[in-house]
């Protein structure tokens, strides 16, 4: 039962402190001492853990005992991590959480094995609930999605990759925020709304209530990935321990503010961004420059705003389910997504 | 009900014929159009689809009907196809059943992500059974296995991927035949292990005929793994699909025969084979030359011994399973095992 005066920073830590003992002994149980030091690395690097707050907070606002979903959450989160590790394989990223990446720690077959292994851990968890048939038709099929995401997100990159002709053939040119919004519910709110969701079903909640705890995820997953598109461009990178302008230098298009901020410009501008954009290896000058020209066309504003519009449709979507400190929790961290610096 | 005139061969076509549709579909079903294509190459290729052969043929053996473990069936073969898709990632496998493999033709990005698609799809199709829990939690922990076994071999090769820090520090300079059996166990046997339990859960036998199952999959895995080592060494390509000494080129010590016959060498026979499975770009005559001092050793007869008492222990284990067409067939599957040339 969450304490009255709980604020949100403090319920984060100590749904992170009651989950990750459950997940690092889940993800040590079934390996080799040798292996463990490899398996471990990731999430000792810490995260927010916003996943498994999720899924525990929508446990208890929705009448369940958010104790008989720490399994869950543990699990969730591991999804999570399960797809970092990829997509940090897929984008070639060396660091994450300010430590280098599985990939560059310990190699790629060390890391696509630990990956393996991730999502095995996964089912382990979630077959140690009573509900294991339910959630692990939600994992699975909102991986699915999320593959997709991933897949149409590279796809979205306007240049590199050229040793790869299945991409250089299926590479989008253009991308509408229509598009944008498609890829992102996929590749970033397919974790957002198992969360929500598995978080109703451990709690026993009619699939009225699962369904509002789902359309909670999808927006506050959209809103979300708006506000990671623009802390990868105007980020501190001492708070999100990640390159700045990581999305520009990986050509992407498949970033809201890159995306609406080209349709703003115009000129000697516009090619010129487009020129760092396309460019194989933009120098540091380069890139400064272009998050300069950016920042100018005011999509930042824009981008913040169109973060709290799905931020609102979100906590809009929670008014079928009574009012509890979990409940309020889960507004407050609708909010905290869109005002957050890392 | 299979017919009593069925010979082994037609019974793997007929089962072959029933299991694929269902694979096709279920990977096709959750998977955009332009995804398909990619999600298809490595199941059109081809294979032998052996393991769905032990799943149906333990289920009918065990009492059921096979018909109802068809899910199952299609679903371990996909499980195999996983396993092989993240294999030819880590080996740098160029060609498998004679095409191109998947991150070869497609690149690494889609073929990693078509992987992680792959296993959503298992889960999907075994979440269909009546018996889901108990099929998901055998696949669950055999797939952790073959992580771990995947993980010695890769530990087992002599030299290589020097970028790869983790390996050079783990390497192991000397292996045992009892080393050796346990990877095998782990990489190999446990898809068969997996496959002949899952049918005999699908017929809703009892616990002492599950774990008979389970020794005769856990035997005839370790067979089939060392007549895979005797075919990658001796095998004809045309009939293999692959390189001739895939394994030497990979500086394998994790190779029965390479294992074993090393033991039987000495003097400059021994310095030289050593030298081409430690050398980091053998010419075709020296790898020719190493094959041939392998073969003086007699290995290749020790290996068929092997691959048959594994064989005849894996037949052992089904003298408590009644008699049946079904078993028989099984029976047969392990003769196979041995006598293939592919």
Not at 71 to 85: D, G, K, P, R
Not at 123 to 146: G, T
Not at 225 to 248: A, C, H, M, N, R
Request: charged content about 30%.
């Amino acid at each position: 039962m969450l304490k009255e005066d709980l604020n949100l920073p403090k319920a984060l830590e100590e749904i992170a402190r009651d989950v990750e003992p459950v997940l690092y002994d889940a993800l040590a149980e079934n390996a080799s001492q040798e292996f463990q030091e490899v398996l471990l690395h990731p999430v000792k690097a810490g995260g927010k853990r916003i996943r498994p707050a999720v899924l525990m907070l929508s446990c208890e606002a929705a009448g369940g005992d958010p104790e008989a979903a720490l399994n869950a959450a543990a699990a969730i989160e591991l999804v999570h991590n399960y797809t970092l590790i990829i997509d940090d394989i897929i984008d070639h990223g060396e660091f994450r959480r300010g430590v280098p990446t599985l990939w560059k720690k310990y190699g790629l077959t060390m890391a696509i094995l630990a990956a393996v292994h991730y999502r095995e851990v996964v089912s382990e968890l979630l077959l140690k609930s009573k509900n294991s048939v339910r959630l692990l038709s939600i994992v699975d099929s909102y991986i699915m999605r999320l593959v997709e995401g991933e897949r149409l997100d590279v796809l979205f990159e306007q240049v590199g990759r050229e040793d790869d002709p299945y991409i250089a053939e299926h590479r989008r040119i253009s991308v509408s925020f229509d598009d944008y919004v498609d890829m992102v519910t996929r590749k970033t709110s397919s974790l957002y709304e198992a969360s929500a969701m598995m978080g109703a079903v451990e709690a026993g909640a009619g699939e009225n209530i699962i369904e509002a705890f789902r359309g909670f995820g999808l927006n506050l997953g959209v809103s979300f990935q708006i506000v990671d598109d623009l802390l990868d461009l105007f980020g501190s990178p001492s708070e999100t321990g990640k390159q700045v302008g990581k999305d520009i230098v990986e050509h992407k298009l498949g970033n809201m503010l890159i995306l609406k901020g080209l349709e703003r410009m115009n000129g000697e501008n516009k090619s010129f961004f487009l020129s760092v954009l396309r460019s194989r290896q933009a120098s540091q000058e380069d890139l400064d420059k272009a998050l300069s020209i950016l920042a100018r066309t005011g999509v930042k504003e824009n981008a913040v705003r169109e973060a709290w519009l799905f931020s609102e449709k979100a906590k809009s979507m929670l008014t079928v389910v009574p009012d509890s400190k979990a409940k309020r929790l889960l507004l407050d961290l609708a909010d905290y997504v869109v005002y957050r610096s890392k």
